[in-house]
């Protein structure tokens, strides 16, 4: 299991991407944002891309416990559906 640094930036994107990829190896992988409080561009295509890679080769991918300011980092940039967010703020249980 990965988990999201609290503020996710330019500088943290690196290690994010190193760990996806010794991830993938395994070929499931689970982020926790549970942290998350906020999270930059490049952290968001390090997390884009792992997703796409890990669907593209038939992996598992998946965020637990995404924390409210992760949501809705991905809502307003329209990447809830794309990231595999399956419940956002404002849906009923």
Same mark, same amino acid.
């Given at each position: 299991?990965?988990?999201?640094?609290?503020?996710?930036?330019?500088?943290?994107?690196?290690? &994010? /991407? $190193?760990?996806? !990829?010794? @991830?993938? *190896?395994? +070929?499931?992988?689970?982020?926790d944002a549970s942290a998350s409080e906020s999270?930059?561009?490049?952290?968001?295509?390090? &997390? /884009? $891309?792992?997703? !796409?890679? @890990?669907? *593209?080769? +038939?992996?598992?991918?998946?965020?637990?416990?995404?924390?409210?300011?992760?949501?809705?980092?991905?809502?307003?940039?329209? /990447? $809830?559906?794309? !990231?595999?967010?399956?419940?956002?703020?404002?849906?009923?249980?």
């Amino acid at each position: 299991m990965i988990h999201l640094p609290s503020h996710a930036t330019t500088v943290t994107a690196e290690d &994010l /991407l $190193a760990r996806l !990829i010794n @991830a993938a *190896d395994d +070929g499931a992988t689970t982020i926790d944002a549970s942290a998350s409080e906020s999270i930059g561009q490049a952290a968001l295509q390090v &997390l /884009l $891309a792992a997703r !796409i890679e @890990a669907r *593209d080769a +038939g992996h598992e991918f998946h965020i637990i416990d995404p924390s409210p300011a992760f949501v809705e980092r991905m809502e307003k940039c329209g /990447l $809830a559906d794309a !990231i595999g967010l399956i419940k956002t703020i404002g849906d009923q249980a």
